[in-house]
């Protein structure tokens, strides 16, 4: 650890009856068992209840609070007048830290200390509070809260209340919630909220809740820089506000894809500490008026058809996905378009090169400039493009689905994610062909999406490219065989599909997107290499600043 010059305050402490050194530094606390027996220094060592010493980033300090007990009920004239509390023992104070469990799963671990000397109680639990409230730990203390509390199976009221409340509570921070009442009631509520007096805004929801709550940002900040109507040209501005999702959705796309796993207390410890991931934002155009934007999944064909025909089975809840996925699949439509594309001449992977986003992604911080160390002419499997210079580049024909992920979009049915080796931040999302097919091969294609390391792109029907801007346009089969753009001013009625974009349908096929690298953050820090064992030593490789 550190010199003993670094150290802000020490002393003499107790945990479970024996004595040990407490130190503070100013990243870390840190204690050492004094003299451990023989029998002792023989034993392995357990985590936050180690025989002869431990260290904890004081970045994954949850909250320090002094403790009491109830001791008596105060009664006059046999009225009870309430608890009397009184401190525990001599004196303690329990710090709560973040455990990491299994499939990046956290919970919170509890460590007491006892002191005979209450003031030096006080003094500890005083100065670990000044170091958290630093505003290098980027800590929010005020939050916006929308609960919806019709989406998944309508249990987010019930995990808020239950699950999160009490640990914002126990970390100091200060709530208002509002339940949602109708579609678009957290956007409209953004677009005329006093956004300055907060450090975040949650949602405990699912993919389409974060998805308002997305485009309710994004927008008021254009709003708040006066632009009330943004075109194809209008640069978007990134928010100097947060992100965070509570998952209680049907797939909890989001949350899987930027912390692992669809935990609520795990995303609840990840605004608590003020982690910090930005992700790439998809904006979406037709007819160069701005539409919205879009932060994970954009789908049209098989599962635009399959969202579009699954809001009239709403009473179903998340099995009215199943049922509309296989009256869809037993149709199984494909629709005559055009996909133009251009891939940028910077890429520094490609999405079948085997590489994982995971914290501190070497290609997401290159994206924003950052050194990565990373050779592109060697190791980008894009080196051989990079010469096009971004030139677009065009595909047409049937297509059953085209989709477009800028993140993995991992759940409990695609437990690689829809695009495996996509990243949250490289500035570019990745295009998914799905070519015409016959059903049985595309029935082999969906299996292996929900299968794990099945290789679900490995199909002559399915083409893949990482791209930083995309259009689409729907065509039509004329009779001499020849192909004619929907635009012409010969068009007949064709059959065209619906855009599926982050669980919400959007009706207008023909459109144009555009990626914003890095464009907003949320509370955490990207998925954890679950095959690097975790030093707890040393402090997490996210990078950390002033986030509000």
């Given at each position: ?14 945990i ?41 980033p ?8 002094q403790?009491y ?12 007048q309430?608890?009397?509390l ?12 973040v455990?990491?469990?299994?499939k ?37 203390k005020?939050?916006l809260?929308f ?10 009221p019930?995990?808020?209340r ?24 957290a ?19 699912g ?10 940002l ?27 999702i ?67 089975h ?30 940028g ?6 999405p ?21 160390g990373i050779?592109?002419e ?5 080196s ?12 047409s ?5 085209i ?10 049915l695609?437990?690689?994610?829809m ?21 049985l ?5 969906m ?6 390391g ?8 399915i ?40 669980g ?22 990207g998925?954890?290499?679950g ?18």
């Amino acid at each position: 650890m550190a010199a003993d010059v670094d150290v802000l305050f020490q002393s003499r402490l107790e945990i479970h009856h024996r004595p040990f050194v407490v130190r503070l530094y100013h990243s870390h606390i840190c204690w050492e068992l004094i003299t451990p027996p023989a029998d002792v220094r023989k034993t392995s060592r357990e985590r936050f209840f180690g025989t002869q010493e431990e260290c904890v980033p004081l970045s994954e300090v949850v909250a320090v609070h002094q403790d009491y007990v109830a001791l008596k009920e105060k009664a006059v004239y046999g009225v009870s007048q309430g608890i009397e509390l009184f401190p525990l023992r001599d004196a303690s104070f329990t710090i709560n830290v973040v455990k990491r469990g299994r499939k990046h799963k956290w919970k919170v671990q509890k460590v007491t200390f006892q002191c005979l000397d209450p003031e030096i109680c006080q003094e500890w639990v005083s100065k670990i509070e000044t170091r958290l409230s630093c505003a290098e730990f980027g800590r929010p203390k005020k939050l916006l809260i929308f609960i919806n509390p019709f989406g998944g199976k309508k249990r987010g009221p019930k995990v808020y209340r239950e699950k999160v409340a009490p640990l914002f509570d126990l970390a100091g921070i200060t709530t208002e919630v509002i339940t949602t009442e109708r579609a678009n009631h957290a956007y409209e509520t953004i677009l005329s909220y006093e956004v300055t007096t907060l450090d975040g805004i949650i949602c405990v929801g699912g993919d389409g809740m974060f998805a308002e709550l997305l485009n309710g940002l994004l927008m008021r900040t254009l709003k708040d820089a006066g632009i009330e109507q943004a075109t194809s040209d209008t640069e978007p501005i990134q928010p100097q506000l947060r992100l965070g999702i509570i998952p209680a959705g049907s797939t909890d796309t989001a949350v899987y894809s930027t912390t692992g796993i669809n935990d609520p207390v795990t995303s609840a410890l990840h605004i608590i500490i003020g982690d910090s991931v930005a992700i790439d934002v998809c904006s979406i155009h037709y007819g160069n008026i701005l539409q919205k934007f879009c932060g994970t999944w954009l789908s049209y064909g098989y599962f635009g058809d399959v969202l579009a025909d699954s809001e009239d089975h709403r009473w179903m809840g998340p099995k009215r996905y199943d049922w509309s996925g296989l009256k869809k699949f037993v149709k199984k439509r494909s629709y005559q378009g055009e996909v133009a594309f251009r891939v940028g001449s910077d890429n520094l992977s490609s999405p079948l090169d085997g590489t994982r986003c995971f914290t501190g992604c070497d290609v997401c911080q290159a994206a924003t400039g950052a050194s990565s160390g990373i050779d592109i002419e060697k190791d980008s499997a894009y080196s051989s493009e990079a010469s096009v210079g971004g030139e677009w580049q065009k595909v047409s024909g049937r297509f059953i689905s085209i989709q477009s992920a800028t993140m993995k979009c991992k759940s409990e049915l695609s437990p690689d994610g829809m695009s495996p080796f996509c990243h949250l931040g490289d500035g570019c999302t990745d295009l998914v062909l799905v070519e015409d097919c016959s059903r049985l091969n595309y029935l082999k294609h969906m299996l292996r999406i929900v299968g794990k390391g099945a290789g679900h792109f490995d199909f002559s029907f399915i083409k893949i490219h990482r791209v930083k801007e995309f259009k689409f346009n729907v065509l039509e089969d004329d009779c001499d065989g020849t192909t004619e753009s929907r635009n012409h001013q010969h068009m007949r009625t064709v059959e065209t599909s619906v855009w599926n974009c982050d669980g919400e349908v959007l009706e207008q096929p023909a459109i144009d997107v555009r990626v914003h690298c890095q464009l907003i953050k949320l509370f955490a820090r990207g998925i954890e290499d679950g095959t690097v064992r975790v030093d707890e030593n040393q402090t997490s490789c996210i990078s950390r600043g002033t986030h509000r």
